[in-house]
């Protein structure tokens, strides 16, 4: 057998890495979240943009997408970004760039967008290679100096070009245009703001350096949306929001009343609240009137154009509009609450929560720091012209000699620089001059500009010396977005009106219409699977109720929808339903698992009608249980109320009406032991595990019953009720109690 050759060569050995997997886990973890943060959702305090932004309107300015100039197709513009900038999806990219042109997404658009670019019922905008865009002013703004040194950039994520780290930003962005953004373990939600407004505040810190977040709030009196809206929040709640930089902010649609014949009339929606697709909102408003919900309102009619009309149709002409409006606001999303969140990176690599003076604050800094890089650069512009003009005069006053030098020499320059004692600079640009320079205008046109430039020069260094001429500067730049956002104008206009919000009688109001408008009566049916519903009227025949196949009522209690329903479940606790939340009876229902948090492991035990002035003796399998009165056991959330307290293994399983008459009680468990005692000796609670009933050995506890000893105990058998003389089995709380009387039924239960 031949032998192998021997190349001499080792194997590679794998490389391995002796290190903790934890400690692995979390510098890899960390260096995704650091990447999150700054590289995706949080934005720049200084430009308020993401680095997606920024690139999107770097690369329109790169293909001269100016605001006068004619657009280029989307396509190309998502080519570009993803081509040198963002090595992202494309997709990502447009959806990027079709919400900075959407007017009512932004309240000052960065991108003019021609074509579909979605509305606000949630279409979607075309596909990119349909639609064009170009640059707004306001991007012109954020741009503006971006060639005069005015910002750092670092190279692309290829190296074979560069990018800005930050606008120089001639406009308050993070502010007046807000932003949104999940990271890992934070997240930001700014609204956006009138642009007048911030920089009337800007200006009154410029003259007063002790103000504070209260003076503020005096100019900036809440958030400006792009879709208008009434902004009902305290003045309190809003000053509070933005002196912490967390809070929220109610808003609610615009809407008027508009008379029509007969005495009848309608309500227009002209403006809802900011991130609301009209669509949806139509869908849950008609989801609202066909369940029973809005017993005010009839029908709603969309009869938007280009601008937003909800016809709102009220039941009855005797109702009022705003009560009928309250109960909207209520239940749909014509009132939402926007969520302030200013997580902001600060000065591009610290995140953290800022308030409203402090955004301000470092936005005036970064604009200082700019004016500052942009006056340096162009002081430096301006020497070197200054030094190749000096070069210029020199040439005429002695031309011919300059003429002589350039025709006979072979090497001219350090000749020149030599007799004239001319700069570098100067004589390059001397020899470099055409002929036509020569002509005498021409010296008299070097000489203003000269002077021109000496002026410009002097101005310069002024300024760079002097922090407080930079603050002027800044204050007229200010001065000058305020002349071109101002409230006369009609993209700074404000949108959204400021309202009080409503007052408590007006909600009491409220309550008390909606109690009367909507008291019918109804009848909540459980079945034995879970399925609930609510069926109008009383006295319905279970037989002629419709289940899923092999299912049947469990519960069937009569009472009116403006009524509480109380659910006790296995697992101890208490769930509130209301009348008026029932799915309707026509169909099965809904499963009453997604009504309320209800464990798979719990079952319901009983159903009540809510009567506070009631008392229930609650009791686990154990032998264990208290009374409790029924204004205790009221739930508030879907998660319920833990009012019997049930250990592992065990659940609960009785739950009774105790009436004022009653002074005895009967237990009696598996084990067929009976026992009967004062119902006094039974404390009253408001929750826990109570005391031991009755002591059962090998077995739990099967049934409870109270009852008035004068008027006799009776238990159920053979479908009839048969009293009993029960003296003989009278004894004391937690005794184990006797066999029952003859002929007691063998389940064993009292009814």
Known sequence: ???????????????????????????????????????????????????????????????????????????????????????????????????????????????????????????????????EARLTETSIRLLEGIDENAADFRPTYDGEGAEPIVMPSNFPNLLANGASGIAVGMATNIPPHNVAELCDAMLFMLDNKAAEVEDLVKFIKGPDFPTGGILVESKASILESYRTGRGSFRLRARWSREELNRGTYQIIVTEIPYQVQKSKLIEKIADLIQNKKLPMLDDVRDESAEDVRLVLVPKSQNVEAELLMESLFRNCDLEVRFALNMNVL?????????????????????????????SSHRLEAVMHRLEVLAGYLIVYLNIDEVIRIIRTEEEPKPKLMKAFGLTDVQAEAILNMRLRSLRKLEEFEIRKEHDD?????????????????????IKKQIGEVREQYGEKTKLGARRTKIDKPPSLAAIETLEEALTTLEKEPITLVLSAKGWIKAMKGHEHNPKEMTFKEGDKVLFAIEGQNTDKFVLFATNGRFYTIAGDKLPSGRGFGEPVRLMVDLPNDAEVLDIMLYNPDLKLLLASDD?????????????????????????????????????????????????????VFKLSEIPEMSKG???????????????????????????????????????????????????????????????
């Open 689 to 751: 595990k109570g005391v031991i009933l009755q002591k059962i050995k090998d077995g739990s506890l099967a049934d409870v019953k109270t009852f008035n000893m004068k008027q006799g105990f009776t238990y159920r058998t053979a479908g009839s009720d048969k009293k009993a003389d029960v003296k003989p089995w009278v004894g004391e709380r937690a005794q184990a109690g006797k066999l029952p009387p003859n002929g007691f039924p063998k389940s064993p239960r009292f009814t």
């Open 346 to 374: 600060d000065k591009g690599v610290t995140p953290r929560v800022m308030n409203i003076k402090e955004v301000l604050q470092a936005w005036m800094d970064h604009r200082k720091e700019v004016l500052v890089r942009r």
């Open 623 to 675: 032998g264990r249980g208290f009374i409790v009165p029924t204004s205790e056991v009221l739930a508030q959330t879907k998660n319920g109320k833990q009012v019997l307290n049930v250990d592992a293994g065990q659940e609960a399983k009785i739950c009774i009406i105790v009436e004022p008459s009653h002074d005895y009680v009967a237990t009696i468990g598996t084990n067929r032991k009976m026992l």
């Open 1 to 131: 057998m031949a032998r192998k050759k021997d190349t001499g060569a080792e194997a590679p050995k794998s490389e391995i890495i002796d290190q903790p997997l934890t400690q692995i886990l979390s510098e890899r973890y960390l260096s995704y979240a650091l990447s999150t943060i700054m590289a995706r959702s949080l934005p720049d305090v200084r430009d308020g943009l993401k680095p997606v932004h920024r690139r999107l309107l770097f690369a329109m300015d790169q293909l001269k997408l100016n605001p006068k100039d004619s657009p280029k197709k989307c396509a190309r513009v998502v080519g570009d970004v993803i081509g040198k900038f963002h090595p992202h999806g494309d997709q990502s990219v447009y959806d990027a760039l079709v919400r900075l042109a959407q007017d009512f997404a932004v309240r000052y658009p960065l991108v003019d967008g021609q074509g579909n670019f979605g509305n606000i019922d949630g279409d979607n905008a075309a596909a990119m290679r349909y639609t």
């Open 453 to 473: 430039l000496t002026k410009e020069r002097d101005a310069l260094e002024a300024l760079l010396k002097s922090e407080a001429r930079q603050w002027t500067a």
